[in-house]
């Protein structure tokens, strides 16, 4: 198993930016995993923003492509999120992810709050 810590949440006026960070505390599992943010917001069921195989592979919702940038530093046992051209709708809860084989780890999410 693997232990995940999102960070970088907050509140930003719409068209500004933030950066999300997901800490994985085992080096091998964060490398072989396919990592992704989701996001959940009040009333709504947990979606998948975007996601990073191991291979360097990324997938994106239609609805944050061309905005938002996911990537790895294998280094650093780090996923991140660039967030940019941000929108109300964007406000939500957002967790990171790690699938191993069909075996997922989430974080405990950190809140991402834009205003209109």
């Known amino acids: 198993q693997v232990q995940l810590v999102e960070s970088g949440g907050g509140l930003v006026q719409a068209g500004g930016s933030l950066r999300l960070s997901c800490a994985a505390s085992r080096s091998i599992i964060f490398s072989l995993s396919t990592m992704g943010w989701y996001r959940q917001a009040a009333g709504k069921q947990r979606e998948l923003v975007a996601a990073?195989?191991?291979?360097?592979?990324?997938t994106y919702a239609d609805s944050v492509k061309g905005r938002f940038t996911i990537s790895r530093d294998i280094a650093k046992n780090t996923l991140s999120l660039q967030m940019n051209s941000l929108n109300p709708e964007d406000t939500a809860v957002y967790y990171c992810?790690?699938?191993?084989?069909?075996?997922?780890?989430w974080g405990q999410g950190t809140q991402v709050t834009v205003s209109s």
């Open positions: 992810n790690a699938n191993l084989r069909g075996v997922n780890a």
């Open positions: 990073i195989t191991s291979g360097g592979t990324t």
